[in-house]
Structure formats: structure tokens, C-alpha cells
């Protein structure tokens, strides 16, 4: 069974600081991989997705996330954070083409600090 | 383009009672998925519709169903409510195709007491 795994419940940074996010995840077969950042009460907005390609992945809000298929890894980066980036971020696997059925990880808090 | 649509968003049920969500997907989308999200468990799958048909299944128990229209609104049903039910339920539609991602909706709250 597929599976994944954020090993950072919480990461605080301050603003305009770097951030990598760190996400593993099991699965046999070719994955496919998202980023989703939820805030507080709302939905999952999608950061990234990588399916196949070029496994330097660019998404929203300045947001780039690496697929390295050797160590099980799809970490999300982003150069300068924003104090508005704070959220809770999720990355997710799914075994088909498609998203209609994934499977989370646990989540990273982000604080930012002024 | 309306995004996908939640009713209601907040809801508050009593031990024993049964409750009704709505999901109103992206125009287009025929894929339904909702997810249960509580902060012991995280995000997990309940179910998937696609066409009116329930086509994947999370390890939920029975007291968990839903059901999709021809319109491809969708609708999950919990009966018998436990105080563990208490959760954020978010629906996600999916439009068809490889490499599509999922779209989600901002849930509803529901409080079991």
C-alpha cells in the first residue's frame, strides 16, 4: 500500500527565510505526487503536482518541489517566505494517473515570524 | 468557473442522529472523492464516485455511504453518529484524464455531542 510520510510536524522560519518541506513516500510503482496548503477552516488549494517530466516541479505562490526517485523524496522549497504562507501544507501520492483517490501525509505547520 | 461547493458548512448533530452532506463539483468534473480530516487521523479517503457509481472505497465502516446524481452532485451520509464522526469532511472533484489534479472544496464542519 502506498503511503506517505512529513517528518516535520511543525516548522517555524522567520520572514524572507528559505523553507524546504520534506516529504517521503512508498510506492512501487511511478508515482504521482502533489503539494496541497491548506489555512485555517478552508479547503486544499494544489501548490504543485508531478507526474512525469522534469522532476524540478514549479508551482504557485513561488513554491518548487524536487522528485527524486531514489530516496523516495518530493520536498517542497521555496526561497523567501512570505509572512501570508503560513498554512498547513500536505503532500500527497497517488497511484493512478489521476487524483480522484489520494493519499495524505500528516502535515507541516508553518509559523513565520516577523 | 464556480469551484466546488460544500453545504453546509458547518453542522452540529447530536450521538445516534444520521446527517447529510452536499458536494457540488466544478461543471465538467464526473469525479467525486471525500476525505475526512480530524487531527488524530489526518486527511483520510472515504469514497469515490464517478458516473453514479462508487468506484474506490476507504476503510471506513458501513455507516459511511454516499451517492452521486446523473448531475454528478454528490452526497455522503453518515448514520449513527459517534463523537469520533466529529470532522471536517471535504469533497474534491476531478475532471477526467491522466495528470489532472483534484479540486477541493472547503468542507463542511460537522460536531458530534
Known amino acids: 500500500a502506498q503511503s506517505v510520510t512529513q517528518p516535520d510536524i511543525h516548522i517555524t522560519v522567520s520572514e524572507g527565510a528559505s523553507l524546504e518541506l520534506r516529504c517521503n513516500y512508498s510506492y512501487g510503482a511511478t508515482p504521482y505526487l502533489f503539494w496541497y496548503v491548506q489555512s485555517p477552516g478552508q479547503g486544499l488549494q494544489l501548490l504543485l503536482k508531478y507526474f512525469s517530466g522534469d522532476t524540478l516541479v514549479q508551482g504557485i505562490k513561488g513554491f518548487e518541489a524536487e522528485f527524486k526517485r531514489s530516496q523516495s523524496s518530493f520536498n517542497l522549497r521555496k526561497p523567501s517566505v512570505h509572512w501570508s504562507d503560513a498554512a498547513e501544507y500536505f503532500c500527497?501520492?497517488?497511484?493512478?494517473?489521476?487524483?480522484?483517490?489520494?493519499?495524505f501525509g500528516s502535515g507541516t505547520q508553518l509559523t513565520v515570524l516577523p | 468557473k464556480a469551484g466546488v461547493t460544500q453545504t453546509p458548512r458547518y453542522l452540529i448533530k447530536t450521538r445516534g442522529q444520521q446527517v447529510t452532506l452536499s458536494c457540488s463539483p466544478i461543471?465538467?468534473?464526473?469525479?467525486v472523492s471525500w476525505y475526512q480530516q480530524t487531527p488524530g487521523q489526518g486527511l483520510q479517503f472515504l469514497f469515490e464516485?464517478?458516473?453514479?457509481?462508487?468506484?474506490n472505497k476507504g476503510n471506513f465502516p458501513g455507516r459511511f455511504s454516499g451517492r452521486q446524481f446523473s448531475n454528478s452532485r454528490s452526497e455522503m451520509n453518515v448514520s449513527t453518529l459517534e463523537l469520533g464522526d466529529s470532522a471536517l469532511y471535504l469533497c474534491?472533484?476531478?475532471?477526467?484524464?491522466?495528470?489532472?489534479?483534484?479540486?477541493f472544496g472547503q468542507g463542511t464542519r460537522l460536531t458530534v455531542v
Open positions: 474534491a472533484s476531478t475532471p477526467l484524464g491522466s495528470g489532472t489534479e483534484a479540486f
Open positions: 461543471s465538467g468534473h464526473r469525479s
Open positions: 464516485y464517478f458516473s453514479e457509481t462508487q468506484r
Open positions: 500527497a501520492v497517488s497511484s493512478s494517473g489521476s487524483a480522484r483517490q489520494l493519499t
